[in-house]
DNA sequence: TTATATTTTTAGACTCATCTAAACCTTATC
DNA sequence: GATAAGGTTTAGATGAGTCTAAAAATATAA
């Protein structure tokens, strides 16, 4: 497999998160469409990580990742979430100002530094989204949960991740003071627009919106 | 000026440490030389940071920074130094480690985490080799130093920095217990080879060859 | 001062990652 | 099962950074 450059990096890292850890196929054109790239360029890039076997490749019936890619794109992951960590509880950055920072640091090559940092970090499960930080060997436990969209009405649980890490979405959350660790109940759910009346940490009700609701993840 | 790109920068900042600061005209040759790469090369770069106005560039008369350059690197070598009294405070690595790894953290652009490392770090003033760290402006302070084959016979001084960081010759010091705040007397230089007797923390005398002499600089 | 050696630049080619435009497959629809 | 619509791939070009080989300029030396 060799190293893989910074672009064939992203590429795998885009292509293990659409196809949700390596089941579905995923197509040319989704890759594009997260990477804000053109399909021409994808097709490029995919027939070079199906050349170092990353991923399996099928000319007009898309891509998955190999055994191997996964653990890299794990690797990337890993070091991804734990500068993650880092920036917001040593570097005092806020939740939503992490992500572009952590896009440059995942490509650093040293592991003997994602090792000291783990340690340094306490070997932190999870980052400030709420997602899992695989270990070296790529393990990580995700524990089961539900979004709020999904959730049976009057299920209560805990704010485990977000889907969406996009700064405009963790500010809105921030200003309504949701965060990973409030409790939720969902009290209603509005057929007109999707919309959910919530109620957090027992203090406060709220609505808030179908696309919302789709994007925060609670404990089951 | 625009943005510099990873490789650009590399390239202003050798020119800026080959030219002592900006002062002196630095030849193609010379930079080829200390980036490991060929003459050919240098002279399409530094057309293109010519362009750019961060250099002075005349056809065959070499090449110097311009106020614009200098302080864009300036801010690479802040950038460089301050990543290596992370790694080896917070990081645990040997001073002997860290070249490598700041050479790719050094190009992160995010000033907010700059300011904020800088902060975690409690503001240094030196990297691990004992070389100033410049402020966001610039600036710094290098107290005046001498290197232990330029100075008096007999005279004493604290070592204030290394020449080189390469792996190897801090290994070295180490193995004879130099470092950084170390007090160094010159006992005696022997005129055949060029090497040094000295005097080391008022404990134990040893030699030193006339290139590790050359590559310790001690205060004045 | 002319010849020689060295340094620097140019010319042309290569790789990587990207693009547009056109050609090509696949799928959905009637 | 023909056709339209949409997705995917190819062809050819571009820019960044690099290289080798050859030409041009400068420096050194007899």
Redesign the interface.
């Given at each position: 497999m060799n190293t893989l450059s910074f672009t064939e990096e992203n590429y795998l890292k885009s292509i293990y998160h659409l196809s949700e850890g390596g089941v579905k196929e995923v197509s040319t054109n989704a890759i594009a469409d997260d990477l804000q790239t053109k399909a021409a360029s994808v097709t490029d890039m995919i027939k070079k990580l199906a050349n170092k076997e990353v991923i399996n490749y099928k000319k007009y019936k898309g891509v998955n990742v190999s055994p191997t890619g996964k653990m890299a794109a794990l690797q990337v992951i890993r070091k991804h979430r734990l500068w993650e960590v880092f920036?917001v509880e040593?570097?005092?950055?806020n939740w939503d100002?992490v992500h572009?920072?952590a896009e440059?640091?995942e490509h650093?090559?040293?592991p003997?530094?994602i090792q000291?940092?783990d340690e340094?970090l306490g070997y932190p499960k999870n980052d400030p989204h709420g997602d899992p930080i695989p270990d070296e060997h790529g393990e990580f436990n995700s524990k089961p949960q539900i979004s709020l969209s999904e959730a049976e009405l009057h299920h209560e649980g805990i704010l485990m991740s977000v889907k969406d890490t996009s700064t405009p979405f963790l500010q809105y959350l921030d200003k309504i003071g949701a965060y990973i660790g409030a409790k939720i109940k969902i009290m209603d759910r509005v057929v007109f627009d999707g919309s959910h009346e919530i109620l957090l940490d027992n203090k406060r009700t709220l609505f808030v919106s179908k696309e919302v609701a789709q994007n925060i993840l609670i404990s089951e």
């Open positions: 920036l040593k570097m005092k950055f100002q572009e920072v440059q640091l650093i090559k040293s003997l530094l000291r940092l340094f």
